[in-house]
């Protein structure tokens, strides 16, 4: 209806007739249509309702929880199906308070409990978007949903609700101002950081007190970012915080590899400058609970910020030398490093090649430099053993990253030569790195991660509407 009555006032004014009042009414539809396709994103609903190569909004993303997979549900306006018939009421009771429209539960896969506090205003504009320009897909999603008993009891979710669901709406804190007030809405209400970065009891309830600081995803680990003196914020500007959210990537300071790959790609690089803006000014203001003690993803203090020549290509050439006349073996077949043990050794035939031989990287950052990342100097060695194992793959707003997954070429035992390696000679720090910890973070890495991944906030989403540009 809204759409041929469109339609009509175009063909008016093509006639000349001056419909004024028609005209705003038709731009300021545009407009909530746009905040529409913007929140959709900034809040994952995309991403986590689209399966790996399906039609967006269709379902069937499959998150794995304690209590099995879950998967996501079609949201498309089919009436048989999706949303379609929907009142704007019944959109919002499953935003908020996880109700669908035939009155039954839904797990706290659907991130509610930080949808609770959206403005009606937002809810209004998804919905407006959702339900006019979003094509039916009449299928149920496959497979369904099959949780262990007694999980499979939906109702369980009411006591989840009356347990764990705040229902208040967003409200500007008193102190805050008001990009503050805006970053703080957006972490917590729509972008939902919390969903990886808070810790999570067994009940799959974010822990009360302790938000943002620091959570396992599989085999990574979401750092604390609540602003402390170890934290990411404690070094970085507010305009390196905002790059890292488009770009994935500060020189000399931080990767987003992995999960928050997945969240740069599919939601953050979508944001406007003034929302990154209000995000990184919300997160400076962000403490730690005074409850918390070192936080594990802090940076080792005992790495020393070396000179620039304190790792040289020669002392890495030496090193790789020396390994390689100890045990020459290895080295008859110049392409196949499967048997190389030394970490310099493996250093310089799998990696130097981009992140050169002195571990500097690229003049460009293209391949970035080893020696201050925070994924190297960090006290858990989790990411840098992920990344080694899953690789990057991340398109963000600059540019694509990729750098390969070694999980089928390294053995749990180069891996750690080559965290050795790296952690000392390259950053000059140490590592406390097991083998036994490698073999159990391989447990935990899978190729197809964004499925395995609790929660993950993210998924593959198809090439055609990850095009769209940004628009708040
Ligand atoms: C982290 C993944 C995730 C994100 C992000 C997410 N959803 Fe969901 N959503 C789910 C899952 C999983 C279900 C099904 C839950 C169940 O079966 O109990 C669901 C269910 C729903 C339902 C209920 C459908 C029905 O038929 O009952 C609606 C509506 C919905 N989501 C809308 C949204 C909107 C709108 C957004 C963005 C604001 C969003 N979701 C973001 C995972 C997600
Ligand atoms: C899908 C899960 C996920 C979501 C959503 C997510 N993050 Fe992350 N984040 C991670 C993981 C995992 C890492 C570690 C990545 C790495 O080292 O490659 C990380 C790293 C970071 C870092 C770098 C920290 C450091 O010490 O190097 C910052 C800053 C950050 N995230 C901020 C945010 C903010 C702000 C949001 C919301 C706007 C957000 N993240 C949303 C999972 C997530
Ligand atoms: C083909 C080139 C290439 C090779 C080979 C390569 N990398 Fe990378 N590496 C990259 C790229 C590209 C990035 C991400 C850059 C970005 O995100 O902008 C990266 C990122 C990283 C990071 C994340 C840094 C951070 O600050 O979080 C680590 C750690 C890393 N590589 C270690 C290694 C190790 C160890 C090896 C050898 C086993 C290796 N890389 C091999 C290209 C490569």
New binding site residues.
């Given amino acids: 209806m809204r759409l041929s009555l469109g339609r009509a006032f175009h063909a008016g004014l093509a006639l000349g007739t001056v419909l004024l009042s028609g005209f705003q009414a038709r731009a300021s539809d545009q407009t909530l249509i746009q905040r529409g396709a913007y ?2 994103r900034a ?7 689209t399966k790996p190569g399906g039609v967006a909004f269709a ?1 069937g ?1 499959g ?1 794995k929880s304690p209590l099995g997979v ?6 498309t306006p089919s009436r048989a199906y ?2 379609g018939g ?1 009142s704007e009421a019944a ?1 919002a009771a ?2 908020r308070e ?1 109700r ?3 009155g ?4 706290p ?4 409990d930080s ?1 609770a506090g ?1 403005s009606d205003d937002d809810i209004h504009a ?1 919905y407006a978007y ?1 339900t006019t320009r979003i094509a039916p897909v009449d299928k149920a999603v496959e497979p369904m ?1 099959a949780l262990r008993f007694p999980y499979n009891w ?1 109702s369980l ?1 009411r006591l989840w609700n009356w347990l764990y669901l705040d229902h208040k709406r967003f409200a500007p804190g008193p102190d805050e101002t008001p990009l503050q007030a805006r970053g703080r809405y957006l972490v917590e209400n ?1 972008v ?1 950081c919390g ?1 990886c970065h808070t810790p999570r009891n067994f009940m799959m309830a974010s822990k009360a007190g302790h938000k943002l600081e620091g959570a396992t995803l599989g085999g990574w680990y979401a750092p604390d970012i609540a602003a402390g003196e170890n934290g990411p914020l404690a070094s970085w500007r507010d305009d390196e915080i905002m790059t890292y959210l488009d770009n994935g990537h500060v020189r000399d300071k931080a990767v987003a590899a992995g999960p928050m790959g997945e969240a740069v790609e599919h939601s953050l690089r979508y944001l406007t400058h003034d929302d990154l803006a209000a995000i990184a000014s919300f997160l400076r203001e962000h403490k730690r609970s005074a409850r918390a003690g070192q936080p594990v993803g802090a940076v080792s203090a005992t790495a020393r910020l070396y000179a620039v020549d304190s790792a040289s290509d020669r002392e890495t050439r030496d090193l790789a030398r020396q390994e390689r006349d100890a045990d020459p073996a290895p080295y008859a077949d110049r392409r196949n490093y499967r048997d190389i043990a030394g970490g310099a050794a493996l250093y310089v035939a799998a990696c130097a090649s981009c992140h050169q031989l002195d571990g500097a990287g690229t003049p460009d950052d293209f391949y970035p430099s080893l020696r201050l990342s925070r994924t190297v100097r960090a006290q858990r060695p989790d990411n840098l053993v992920m990344t080694i194992m899953a690789g990057v793959n991340r398109q963000g707003a600059d540019r694509t990253a990729h750098m390969p997954a070694f999980r089928h070429d390294l053995t749990d035992r180069q891996i750690l030569a080559l965290v050795r390696f790296v952690t000392r000679h390259l950053a000059g720090t140490d590592t406390t790195l097991t083998e036994a910890e490698v073999a159990r973070l391989r447990t935990l890495d899978t190729e197809d991660f964004p499925a395995q991944s609790l ?5 593959a989403l198809n090439e055609k509407s990850a095009n769209q540009t940004r628009t708040p």
């Fill in positions: 929140l959709a809040a994952d609903c995309v991403a986590c309702h379902g993303y998150i879950i998967y996501s549900s079609n949201i999706g949303i929907w959109f499953a935003l996880g669908s429209a035939d039954h539960r839904l797990y896969a659907m991130p509610y949808y959206m998804l959702m949903t939906r979710m729509v939902h969903t929660p993950p906030g993210s998924a």
